[in-house]
């Protein structure tokens, strides 16, 4: 079964600075998709960026980017320019031939 | 188009109670999953869906029944409740490896 590990359960950042959440999965697929959420107090699970297995490119969304190491079955999720109203939970998720399976999450706080 | 659409949005029962949380997705999307969160756990899939008439159980499926009669309508039944099953629950829905689609959630309290 696919695993999703997210090894930080809390971060903080300054505002405007740049901060990395990782995640690593298992799996023995060759063709899935990968995916951060975010979780803001509202309780809503807002997509934040989406990785096709098979790019070599890196997916990048304005202050949002990835760095997919598929040999290594890593996912780290990059901020750039840290605002307050990204603290949040952030959730790493995978998706192949089965629903989508969830990283335990990161609880990021940003500090003004 | 309202996406997908749970209700209640809140929910207070006694143990032993039975009740059905709804899920509806107006997207005509084939696959449906209900998810519970727990503090320190992330979440986790109770029961999915890949079309209508077809259900399979997820990583946390104990307690929990499903049935999926229609494209649009995914219920998920609690048959006794248990101070366990005390979450949040999100139901979500997505086409094919399209990006997946998530409700407000429901928080359910069981006494």
């Known amino acids: 079964a696919q695993t999703v590990t997210q090894s930080q359960p809390e971060m903080s950042v300054q505002e405007a600075e740049t901060v990395t959440l990782s995640c690593t999965y298992d799996?023995?697929?060759?063709?899935?998709?990968l995916f951060w959420y975010k979780q803001p107090p509202s309780r809503q699970m807002i997509l934040v960026i989406r990785?096709?297995?098979?790019?070599?490119q890196n997916a990048t969304e304005n202050r949002f980017s990835v760095n997919f190491q598929k040999a290594a079955k890593s996912f780290s999720l990059k901020i750039s320019d840290s605002q307050l109203g990204d603290a949040a939970m952030y959730f790493c998720?995978?998706?192949?031939?089965?629903?989508?399976?969830f990283g335990k999450g990161t609880r990021l706080s940003v500090i003004a | 188009n309202a996406g997908v659409t749970q209700t209640p949005k809140f929910q207070v029962l006694k143990t032993g109670q039975s009740m059905t949380l709804q899920c509806a997705q107006d997207?005509?999307?084939?696959?449906m999953s209900w998810y519970r969160q727990d503090p320190g756990m992330g979440l986790r899939l109770i029961h999915y869906s890949v079309g209508a008439g077809i259900t399979d159980q997820g990583e946390v499926p104990n307690g929990y029944n499903v049935s999926r009669s229609t494209t649009e309508d995914f219920p998920l039944r609690l048959l006794s409740a248990a101070p366990s099953q005390t979450s949040v629950y999100f139901c979500?829905?997505?086409?094919?490896?399209?990006?997946?689609?998530f409700g407000d959630g429901t928080r359910l309290s069981i006494l």
């Open positions: 990785q096709e297995a098979y790019k070599q």
């Open positions: 997207m005509n999307h084939e696959y």
């Open positions: 998720a995978y998706s192949g031939n089965t629903p989508l399976v």
């Open positions: 799996t023995s697929e060759s063709d899935y998709y």
């Open positions: 979500a829905s997505r086409q094919g490896n399209q990006p997946q689609h």
